[in-house]
DNA sequence: CCAAAAGTGTTCCATTTACACCCATGA
DNA sequence: TCATGGGTGTAAATGGAACACTTTTGG
């Protein structure tokens, strides 16, 4: 496994100013969902939300807010979620609590500090179309192509470009060993669509008849007596993911 | 790589009482180091704080405390090892960001909620002489076996016992791949030193030949010209970690 | 010379990888 | 029947585990 690329480096932040209130605590998300990149081909993007104050006026930034008191960690991060795009993901994950004094420079809550406790998840396709009464185009909220090299921005908000950099290796990680990727299927799949999913998020293709013996021989995979019909060809079976859902 | 036997559970924990005031935050820190354990060989012990306040009187603690608001994360869990236990780790590196409702019980802050963020190290042996002024029975700091199963404390403060063995997890699984057990060596070993840490930490034992091809096919390793002199058969080569220390 | 640890070589085995091949269906 | 993706078989390559064997020192 490659070093993680980011939280190594984040200690060493040094005091630029000394803050005067107690840091205050905020929670921020990413969340990865799978749609068609540009070229066509299905990859990760993230939603993000649009500054409209000082600093960062006008940048893009993760969704986030503050973190108030009768609530669990990952459940403000839930609520958080829900109120700025409308997603309720069936997992989610925490990825790292950032607290370096670099990103206390907020002129719009005076000088206060600020940590961020991120959290993470991969979601299904069918959830990005911003649910209850926000729309796809609302407000300052949209998805962008998680990536610069798949025509994501390539700087975001604070250090925003580096959290989601730092989300995208640990779920590259991730998903050759935990049960990631069927949270972004249904009920039933095809091996076909589960193995779309693991090339879209590792970036490559793989063996499908690899594919199919390794998940055959660990994970918590059941064969269904259904078949996907209407394709062009030979009808896929389908499968059942009997490990756990969600947390 | 085995599942995570604790924060996966951590995010479901139910709002028992409202607590009034806004979330504090806090720094604690797991610090384990290699001591010969009651049976004589060496294993991982870590340092506790016995607490004289209410709740857990008397239990033994995690080191930690709160976080100023000119320090970063992990300067504050630097600062807050050095007045408890007057350590200095190399290597110190964030665990997880701790934030149920269940910790929240604590009469003596009133009824405010304490999110702690959690960092953790391996230390060298000869730094467990509490440095300083402070000597190894001093006050109500003393070290102790980091498992029940080596004759460590079965119960803790708080929820520390859990979140020790998740320590313990991340230790394991990181020792496998990342350059952590140099830290505790000096700057010339044998690799049966080496080798010693990594079966005290894995705790089972390791064979020397294949023990010896695995590292010097991947790590950061340099076979120096020195040998170990005085031991009682043929004397071992010295090696050098030429990979990057500290952060 | 003997004991014991350092260090090397070799075999065995499980997993991964690459790829040839057959199967089943829609058009 | 043909094109295409679903699905199976198989052999080479890889890497770890087990262990025999040689080397080098102190006693």
New binding site residues.
Partial sequence: MAPAPFPVAVGGANVAERAQLPPSLAISTVIFALKPAPDGRPTLWVPLVRRVREPYRGSWALPGGPLTASESLEDAARRNLAETTGLDPAYLEQLYAFGGLRRANRPDIGSQRVVSIVYWALVRAHETEFGGELGEERDNVAWHPAEPSHGGPAELAFDHREIVDYALWRLRNKIEYAQVAYHVLGEMF???QLREVHEAVLGRSL????F???LK?TADLEATEHYL?G???????LYRYTGPRGL
């Fill in positions: 095809t091996l076909a063996d499908p008849a690899n199919r013996r390794q021989g019909e394709g062009r060809h030979r009808p896929p079976r």
